[in-house]
Every structure is written in C-alpha cells, then in structure tokens.
C-alpha cells in the first residue's frame, strides 16, 4: 500500500504541469538538464570550436602558399615564439594541423553533430518528454565543454599545443623529449580526450537506451525517421568503439608518464638511449584505429540521416527505399569495425592481412551506393523545394559521390602504397568527411533551425552562404588529389622548397584564396544564425510541411515538449504526396481513418479488419464516372 | 480524469526507468569494451616475441579476492531481496557487508601487487606484458571504486529514507552493476591465468 502511495507522489512531482516550473538562470541556461537546452549548448560550441578550427586552418594554408613571405600582423597577435618575425615556426605549424585536425573531428562533427541533433530530435521524432537520463545528458555536456577548455588552454602553455598529427603515434607522441608538442602540450591533449570520450560515452548510451526504450505509442521501429536510425547506429558504434581509444590512451599516459614500454622500443634521442624497450607502436596503431575508422562513420552517419529527412522533405515524396537506406546503415553500421587495418597498409602489415582488410573496406562501397542512388531516386522528378537546407543536403550528396569515389583508390593496398600520407588521402577524407559531414550539419542548422529557436534564419544569406561554401570547398579540396598523385606528402611545412614539388606553389596560393573565400563566407552563416534568434520572421509551428512528430510541438518550449498527452504515431514519416490525399503531406498523427481517399492496401500491413473497412469504405464512394464507363 | 492522468504519468516513470536501467547495460558493454581492447592488446603484444609474455605464476592472494568478490555479490544479492521486502534493517546489514567486502577486495588486489612487486615484476617493465597484469587490474579496481560509490549512494538512499519505489530501483542497478564488476574480475582472472 505504502509502495503505491509513494509512486503516486512521486510521479506528481516530478511532471507537476509541464510548463510552468520554477527555473532559475542558472538551470535553465547552464546545467540545464532539458534536451532542447542542451542541443543548443552543443551546438553554439560546435560552432565556436569550428570556426576556432576554421582560423588555424587559415593560418597553416598562409604558410603553405607564402612559405617565404612574413605577415608582421601573425607576429602581433601570435607572438614573437610562434610566429617570429611574421612567420609560423615549424613546431608551430605542426601544432595548428594536429588541432585543427582533432576539433574538426572529434569537437564540431562528432559532438557538434552528434550531441546536437541526437539531443534535439530523438525526444522530438519518437515522442518522448526527454532523454532516459536528463541528468546524464548534462553531465555528457559539460564533460564535453570541459574537454573544449583543456583542449584550447594547450595554446596558453609555453610548450605549445600537440603537435603529433590528430592521431598521435607513437613514439612522437609518447616522449615529451622529442618535440615541444610532446609535452605539457600532448598531456592536455591527453586529458581532454579523456573527458571527450567519456561524455561521448554518456550521451551514446542515453540515446540508445531512448530510442529503444521511450518511443510513443504507434511508433514501432519501422516508423522512424531515417535521422533516428543514423543516430541510434551511431551512437551504437560510439558505445563500442570509444571504450577502446580510452585503453590505447591509458597505455599512453602510462608510457609517457610512468615509464613502462607499451608502445615503446629502441628509441635514441639527442644520443641518449631510452630505457624502454620491447613496445610496440604498431599495437597503438591497431587501438587507434579501431576506434578511429569507426570514428569515421560516426562523422557521416548523422549527416546521412539528417540529409535523408530533409531531401525527402522538400523534393515532396517518400524516401526512396526506406528499408534499403536502414539495412545501408546497419550494414556500414558492421563494416565500420572490421576495416580499420586499410590505415596500416604500410606498416609492414602481411600482405594477406592487407588484402582481407582491403576487401572489407571495397564492400563498404555497397551499402554507400546504394544510399548515393536512392538519393537521386528521391530527387527524381520530386517537387524539389530549393530551401538553404536542401541545398546544403544536395551539396553533401555531391561529397559523399565526389569523396567516396577516392575511397575506392586509397582503400587497395597495392595503390595505397603510392597515396598513403599524401594529399591524396587529405583530399579523400576532407570531401567525404569533412565536407560531407558539416554540410550534413549546416543542413540540419537551417532545417531545424525554427524548432531549435522559434524564427527562421534569412534564405538569402543561406544561399550566399551555400554557394561559397559549396564552390570554396571543392577548390579547396579538388586540387590536393593531383598534388598526391605527383607525391605530395602531408602535413609537411615547406614542401615547395623540395626542386620536384616547386611546381605546386602556384596550385597552393590558389588552394589558400580559394579557403580565406570560404572561410569569409561562414560569417554570412554567423550573422545569419546569431542575429535571427532575435530578429528572424517567427517561425510557424510547420514551416517546411513536415510529417515528424517535432512540428506538432508548440513553437514555444515548454518542459516536457508536448502540453497534454504525447501524439500516438499511425504512419511511417515519408508520406508525401500520397496520391488521393488533398495536400501533399500527411503528419504521422494522423491515423487512416482520416485520410480513406488515399489509403493503399500495403498501408495495413495486412490488417483484414482495416482492409476490409477499406474496402468497404471505396466501395460506398466510388467515383461516379467510372459507373457510366461501364 | 486525474487518476487517468497519474495513470498515464506512472506509465511514463516507468518507461524513464526501464530506460534508465538500460543504460547501466549499456555502460557495462562500453566499460566491457575497454577491456576486450586491453585483452586483444596483451595478445598481439605478447605474440611480439618469445621474450614476451607473463613468465610468472600469478600470486594466490587473487584467489583470495576472487572467493571475496563471489561472496560480496551473494550479499548484495540477499541485500536486493530484503530491499524488495521492505526488510529495511536487513537491507542495510547486508548492503554494509558487501561494502565491507569490497574494500577486502580492494586491499587483496594492492596485497597482490606487492607480492608480484616482490618477485621483480614490477609495472615498469620491458617485459610490457607483466606491465599489462596492473593495467587490468588497476583500471578493474578503478571501476569497483566506482562501483562502492554507488553502493554507497544506495545504502545513503536507504538511511535517509527515501521511497519504497526508488530505493529498490537504486538496490536493483547497485546489485546488477556490482555482480557485472564481480564478472568482469572472473573474466580478468581467467584470462591472465590462461596466460601466465
């Protein structure tokens, strides 16, 4: 009896009236533990760490295309230890690409992408009030931006930041003797990878647990939106993969700081012999990877859920092949795991070993082509409704065709000898990752833009934005295949003064125009994204005609997303001029019994009670022409 | 109307239980994860060469621990059971007791390293594979630190009273997660046993 009492309270204080709770600034704003707030928070600092992402690219890409002009204002703003007499110093140069590399990553596409839009859509697309754990939502959040901070502080120590390359082998990475990078530097790098992971960690597990635990009534999986599943798939190789690169660190730290020899062996520096001897650095590379290919996937999955919801949305028709883009996903979902050695070709890996991994890794093509035609067989003869957001959804189709294609070369073991660690690969995974992943994400900015924020964003600087971006980035990029056709190495700081690459300084000056473009463009997205939370047009409670359950949510938040009872799902989210139905989109609240003029048989999944009604329902009205015909 | 509306609020606490239950599965395949990683570490590290490997016996005292880890989850077994039967004293009693067990398990394995110490197997080591007995050790006490804290929450829940309701679903994750710790030191144990 007491059991039942206790329940009853406490179920009334825990949802005593959604809406009206009693919120100070700091629970609303900072340790808020609702969804809404907190996909804000991942994504205002996805931004910031991108365009602090963004700057250090810019100032590498100065250096690679004036190795020998000085730029007085870089020694104003860099200091004389960095950029003495207006030129960025060797170490530091190695620095910018190894953090420019690990924010992009793992700051802005997997936590901006990822902690974003999984925060903001699973509660609103399957119907919940909110995540499993609100509580660990917002320590997922906070471990995140305390590992932005530790990340960003390792450019305030006089060691300078990590300078390893975003993937830190070993030995470099493990002995502060051998570059300055290698110090107090990596040891940051280090923590905040640490709490990186384990906030990963804590929001993986909420959205699974959601997804598989908190759906609305009606809403069984094959109801969802292809968002949910890119997102339950990623965050199911999150869960598996990240548990890994905290192992491959623990070991680094250890070796680093402790002495042991995990990773270490036969080392001499500055003619001292190290102590530790018998490690193996390939082994981190083994760990590293393990994580570091899924990673990838991880990068791109919700990009291809995010862009699938928006292309079907403003083309006007289901998407094309709802299951085979499910199974595609699952099926790079497993492939992800099973091909990182395609890294290691060159590490004297045995050649049958190579080709195992290279066949794995040519199969991932499968599942990527059939989401790349089924695409296009959405935008096929669709209505298609040019939004920024379909734009930018359209512009990640383009990279993921565009970049994957590279994959097919850098993925054979035999030609990977000739591309590895050339511009090749750089050119490879900045179109299928980089750029396909943040259009994904910009898409998904403008496209949820109204839900996150009640106003829409300006389309005309959407365009303005799309269109340099979209041009900036293919200039960017394009050019770096042919420069590691001919040889070019990565992350290499004066290549051009080797006689046999001087040919590419040219080639380079324009690489780096075409990127301060780009990078000039983005403040059309920051003035557009930062001025519209106050000056955009309000936003309607369904700006783009959608069928997901987000749109039935008032414009204005409320704890708790729904006033009254949560919306039951009748249908899948794809049903977009559904012949026979008067507009040219049915919300998935709306049961069949509303809409008998369009209803098709397969609607019932063989229901004989609703096939009957059906049927008895077409038979009363039944068109009157087709009666004289007879 | 108002009991609908309770009834419909006591169905989604409970949903936003089970939920919650489920991340704690979850987390144990993630924390899994991490040591499967140092698992296939330890095999390609030790099939580097025939200098590699163990090259001791591993010390009894985890038999020791082991026996203690098996008994603790017996206790924290029979502690869920009382919590479900509103035998609060009982509850209390045995939660207190498989803390204390933990701590015994907790001294064991810093006992073990010290005999393991003793013998010239020390952490620091070119012979990485005995460096690696203390990293799986060490990183498994991390977790049973972990794991106290939370037994710890579950016996604090307990004295200052809260409801029926959230006192058991606290005992059920402290008792899942715990008998997860008690397994992951088996799993541990049998595979540097099958190494040695």
């Known amino acids: 009896m007491s059991n039942i009492a206790s329940a009853d309270t406490h179920s009334l204080d825990h949802h005593d009236g959604h809406g009206h709770h009693h919120e100070s600034f700091w629970t609303k704003y900072v340790f808020s533990q609702d969804h809404k707030m907190i996909a804000k928070q991942f994504l205002i600092t996805g931004i910031i760490m991108a365009v602090f992402a963004m700057v250090l690219s810019i100032l590498f890409r100065l250096q690679l295309a004036w190795p020998d002009k000085s730029f007085p204002i870089l020694e104003l703003f860099l200091g004389s230890k960095w950029a003495e007499g207006g030129r960025i110093n060797p170490e530091f140069f190695l620095a910018l690409v190894t953090i420019h590399g690990t924010i992009m990553v793992f700051f802005v596409l997997t936590a901006g992408l990822s902690g974003t839009f999984s925060n903001l859509l699973i509660p609103y697309q399957l119907g919940a009030r909110d995540m499993a754990s609100p509580f660990m939502n917002m320590l997922s959040y906070w471990f995140f931006f305390a590992a932005c901070v530790v990340m960003i502080s390792s450019f305030f120590v006089e060691s300078g930041p990590a300078s390893a390359g975003w993937t830190i082998y070993p030995p470099l990475s493990a002995v502060p003797k051998a570059i300055s990078g290698s110090g107090l530097g990596m040891t940051l790098w280090l923590t905040s990878m640490v709490m990186f992971i384990i906030s990963q960690v804590l929001g993986g597990t909420n959205y699974i647990s959601t997804i598989l635990n908190m759906r609305t009534k009606g809403m069984d999986l094959w109801k969802m939106p292809l968002t949910i599943w890119a997102f339950f798939l990623t965050a199911i190789v999150g869960l598996l993969s990240f548990p890994v690169l905290v192992s491959a660190v623990v070991l680094l730290i250890f070796d680093r700081s402790f002495g042991t020899s995990f990773y270490l062996s036969d080392l001499v520096i500055q003619g001292q012999i190290l102590p530790n001897e018998g490690g193996s650095p390939i082994l981190f590379q083994h760990l590293f990877w393990f994580l570091g290919h899924p990673e990838v996937y991880i990068v791109l999955m919700p990009a291809l859920g995010l862009t699938s919801e928006v292309i079907s949305t403003n083309s006007r028709k289901p998407i094309f092949g709802y299951h085979a883009m499910v199974y595609s996903l699952v099926g790079i979902t497993v492939l992800s795991f099973i091909v990182w050695g395609h890294h290691m070709f060159v590490t004297g890996m045995n050649p049958f070993l190579g080709g195992v991994f290279m066949i794995t890794t040519l199969i991932i093509a499968v599942p990527s082509a059939v989401k790349s035609f089924n695409y296009l067989a959405t935008l096929w003869r669709g209505n298609i409704r040019f939004t920024p957001a379909m734009l930018f959804a359209i512009g990640m189709v383009s990279f993921f065709i565009s970049g994957g294609l590279t994959g097919l070369y850098v993925g054979n073991s035999a030609l990977d000898i000739n591309l590895h660690d050339t511009y090749f690969v750089v050119a490879h995974f900045h179109l299928v990752m980089g750029s396909a992943s943040i259009f994904g994400m910009l898409c998904g900015v403008y496209h949820w833009y109204p839900k996150m924020f009640g106003r829409m964003m300006d389309e005309k600087l959407g365009y303005l934005h799309f269109w340099l971006t979209f041009v900036g980035a293919y200039f960017v990029f394009f050019p770096m295949h042919f420069m590691g056709i001919d040889g070019v190495p990565r992350r290499y700081y004066a290549f051009t003064e080797f006689p046999f690459m001087e040919k590419w300084v040219s080639v380079n000056i324009f690489i780096t125009w075409s990127a301060i473009i780009a990078g000039l463009g983005q403040l059309a997205f920051l003035w557009n994204f930062f001025t519209s939370m106050r000056f955009g047009k309000v936003a309607p409670q369904n700006p783009w005609g959608s069928n997901t359950l987000e749109w039935t949510t008032p414009v204005k938040h409320i704890h708790g997303n729904w006033p009254g009872e949560i919306p039951t799902v009748y249908r899948w989210p794809y049903d977009y001029s559904k012949p026979g139905h008067d507009e040219d989109f049915i919300p998935q609240t709306v049961p069949f019994s509303e809409t008998m003029s369009s209803n098709l048989p397969h609607d019932f999944e063989g229901n004989p009670e609703a096939e009957r009604i059906q049927r008895e329902w077409e038979l009363a009205n039944k068109p009157l022409p087709e009666k004289e015909t007879e | ?196």
């Open chain 2, 1 to 196: 109307m108002i009991a609908m509306v309770q009834y419909t609020q006591n169905k989604e606490d409970l949903a936003q239980q089970k939920a919650k239950k489920f991340n704690l599965w979850l987390g144990m395949i993630g924390m899994f994860m991490m040591f499967a990683a140092l698992s296939s570490g330890f095999i390609v590290y030790t099939a580097g060469g025939v200098d590699k490997g163990i090259k001791t016996l591993l010390p009894h005292a985890f038999i020791y621990s082991t026996l203690l880890i098996i008994l603790s989850s017996v206790t924290m077994q029979l502690a869920y059971i009382a919590a479900k039967k509103t035998q609060f004293a009982r509850q209390k009693l045995l939660l207190v007791a498989t803390l204390i067990l933990g701590f015994g398990f907790f001294a064991i394995q810093v006992y073990a390293w010290g005999v393991l110490s003793s013998r010239g197997v020390v952490f620091v080591n070119n012979n990485a594979s005995q460096s690696f007995i203390y990293v799986f050790t060490g990183m498994h006490l991390a977790h049973i630190l972990a794991g106290i804290i939370v037994l710890v929450r579950a016996l604090v829940g307990r004295i200052s009273g809260v409801n029926q309701v959230s006192n058991v679903f606290r005992m059920d994750l402290a008792a899942l997660f715990w008998h997860f710790l008690g397994i992951l030191w088996i799993y541990i144990y049998v595979f540097l046993l099958l190494n040695q």
